[in-house]
């Protein structure tokens, strides 16, 4: 009791160390944080404009977000609006990645460094906060309050809309005792049927995605696809009990992979679920287990190297984050 009341300790010290470090962080050193303090200036005038265009458009440009920066911006200064969210949403999401399991402290701390978790509180603010509130809702004890925290995070950012359609279509398949064979071939075709239409789809809603990401292309660069088809692949060597506990985290692995060269936002969809993903892979067993750790070395490896050398390791640079 002792040892676990000290490591709850150690958490809440290492969250709010690891919140306090990221929200000093300058804030005008990272791309588009001009963005964010538009926001934190103008929300009030942003929202009147989806409001004008109708409940449609309003509903899917994220109102939670715009409601939180004006009522922030009426107590803070715009730049200590971004130092609050970034402070709320870092302390949040390593409070609850570190106390998933103390056995696996320095892993569960590397994973916080890793660029894909530490971007969402460093440039895509909306996001991380999205992901802090997402991971209240994931862990809390209470069922009607995670339906409204998951709520509230498609309210903060628009890539919750996908993740919930994912966790409402892997909740059918489960009910329907289908195998994981053949929820996998259905999560690939709902995959590819995003991946084609989904920024279509986007446009008729009024998403300001549509008009974002319709002149950029899809990320090719393979590396990321090979190494999350390599973790695929230990989902299943782990056996079909592992895959029915973590099946949403599965599927989520699946539909990134299958929208991996046809939708070019679906990285960010990913990444608002990563840390789900990593929590499950602490199940594996065996030599799996060591497959995985190994890897994901690697990749931190892979994916540090070339920023150390670059402005704000890479976040200060346009087009490399």
Same mark, same amino acid.
């Given at each position: 009791?002792?040892?676990?009341?000290?490591?709850?300790?150690?958490?809440?010290?290492?969250?709010?160390? =690891?919140?306090?470090?990221?929200?000093?962080?300058?804030?005008?050193?990272?791309?588009?944080?001009?963005?964010?303090?538009?926001?934190?200036?103008?929300? =009030?005038?942003?929202?009147?404009?989806?409001?004008?265009?109708?409940?449609?458009?309003?509903?899917?440009?994220?109102?939670? *977000?715009?409601?939180?920066?004006?009522?922030?911006?009426?107590?803070?200064?715009?730049?200590?609006?971004?130092?609050?969210?970034?402070?709320?949403?870092?302390?949040?999401?390593?409070?609850?990645?570190?106390?998933?399991?103390?056995?696996?402290?320095?892993?569960?701390?590397?994973?916080?460094?890793?660029?894909?978790?530490?971007?969402?509180?460093?440039?895509?603010?909306? !996001?991380?906060?999205?992901?802090?509130?997402?991971?209240?809702?994931?862990? %809390?004890?209470?069922?009607?309050?995670?339906?409204?925290?998951?709520?509230?995070?498609?309210?903060?950012?628009? %890539?919750?809309?996908?993740?919930?359609?994912?966790?409402? &279509?892997?909740?059918?398949?489960?009910?329907?005792?289908?195998?994981?064979?053949?929820?996998?071939?259905?999560?690939?075709?709902?995959?590819?049927?995003?991946?084609?239409?989904?920024?279509?789809?986007?446009?008729? &809603?009024?998403?300001?995605?549509?008009?974002?990401?319709?002149?950029?292309?899809?990320?090719? %660069?393979?590396?990321?696809?090979?190494?999350?088809?390599?973790?695929?692949?230990?989902?299943?060597? !782990?056996?079909?009990?592992?895959?029915?506990?973590?099946?949403? !985290?599965?599927?989520?692995?699946?539909?990134?992979?299958? $929208?991996?060269?046809?939708?070019?936002? $679906?990285?960010?969809?990913?990444?608002?679920?990563?840390?789900?993903?990593?929590? %499950? &892979?602490?199940?594996?067993?065996?030599?799996?287990? =060591?497959?995985?750790?190994?890897?994901?070395?690697?990749?931190?490896?892979? !994916?540090?190297?070339?920023?150390?050398?670059?402005?704000?390791?890479? *976040?200060?640079?346009?087009?490399?984050?």
């Amino acid at each position: 009791m002792f040892e676990m009341r000290s490591y709850n300790a150690l958490v809440y010290i290492c969250a709010i160390c =690891y919140g306090i470090a990221l929200s000093s962080l300058s804030v005008d050193a990272f791309v588009d944080r001009d963005n964010y303090l538009v926001y934190a200036r103008s929300s =009030y005038e942003i929202a009147s404009f989806y409001m004008s265009k109708g409940i449609g458009p309003l509903f899917f440009n994220e109102p939670i *977000w715009l409601a939180v920066n004006v009522t922030m911006a009426a107590l803070l200064s715009p730049e200590n609006v971004l130092r609050s969210i970034i402070f709320f949403s870092s302390s949040v999401t390593a409070f609850f990645v570190l106390r998933n399991n103390a056995k696996y402290f320095i892993f569960l701390v590397f994973i916080l460094l890793l660029p894909q978790v530490l971007k969402n509180n460093i440039i895509h603010l909306r !996001q991380g906060f999205a992901i802090a509130v997402f991971l209240c809702g994931w862990f %809390s004890g209470h069922k009607n309050v995670r339906y409204v925290l998951f709520f509230l995070a498609c309210m903060i950012h628009s %890539s919750f809309f996908i993740v919930m359609f994912l966790m409402i &279509l892997n909740a059918l398949l489960i009910k329907l005792r289908l195998g994981a064979e053949i929820r996998t071939v259905v999560t690939i075709i709902s995959g590819v049927f995003v991946g084609v239409l989904g920024l279509w789809i986007a446009g008729l &809603l009024g998403a300001r995605q549509a008009n974002e990401y319709t002149s950029n292309g899809a990320a090719v %660069s393979g590396l990321a696809f090979v190494f999350w088809a390599a973790v695929a692949a230990l989902f299943f060597l !782990q056996g079909k009990r592992f895959l029915y506990e973590n099946s949403f !985290q599965y599927s989520i692995i699946i539909f990134y992979l299958s $929208t991996y060269f046809l939708l070019p936002v $679906t990285a960010r969809v990913f990444e608002s679920v990563i840390l789900l993903v990593f929590l %499950s &892979l602490l199940g594996l067993t065996s030599y799996r287990k =060591y497959l995985f750790i190994s890897a994901l070395s690697i990749y931190f490896v892979l !994916q540090w190297v070339p920023r150390l050398i670059l402005p704000g390791f890479g *976040w200060g640079v346009e087009n490399y984050i």
